[in-house]
């Protein structure tokens, strides 16, 4: 009885109301903790720049593989040497990756930006995103390359949004 009633209170961290009340249990303090570190933009924008990093070297590890003449021409494919074609292999995706990398991480933490000012989550920040990444990149080259990079990129993150959603 003294258990029941003394001054050894356990709390429950794991309180589970019926389903009618409310939809989910409480969360504890370190939950809610992780979930703002994984919503946070820099986050969002480390982890695309990192998968974009990976996913471009394998494209660019592909690619090397399907056209080994990176050096212009100069040389024989058929007499190239094993060393040449590894450094080609790395060149090319040590590009990609850092191509892959950037872009990814200006699209995240464009959309990341955009969502939290807007405070909503639809299809306009992806769109929005992708106009102003496809725009910033493709104004390096001119008006009609940053132009035409906006509406393609906002084209493209606007059908990948309406698939993935």
Known sequence: MGLLIGPNKRVKEN???PP???PHKIKTRDELRVEAVFES???KTGISCVLGGAFGAAL??????VDPNVTGGAVDPSKMTVRQ???DMKAKSVSYAKNFAIVGAMFAAIECTIES???KTDWKNGTMAGALTGGLIGFRAGLK??????????A????IDYYLR
């Open 15 to 17: 309180i589970v109301f």
């Open 20 to 22: 009618g009340l409310f």
């Open 41 to 43: 933009c820099a986050f």
């Open 60 to 65: 660019g590890l592909f690619s090397a593989s």
């Open 85 to 87: 074609v590894f450094s």
């Open 117 to 119: 000012h807007r405070a």
């Open 145 to 154: 390359p940053g132009l035409l990079g906006a509406a393609g990129f906002a």
């Open 156 to 159: 493209f993150s606007t059908i």
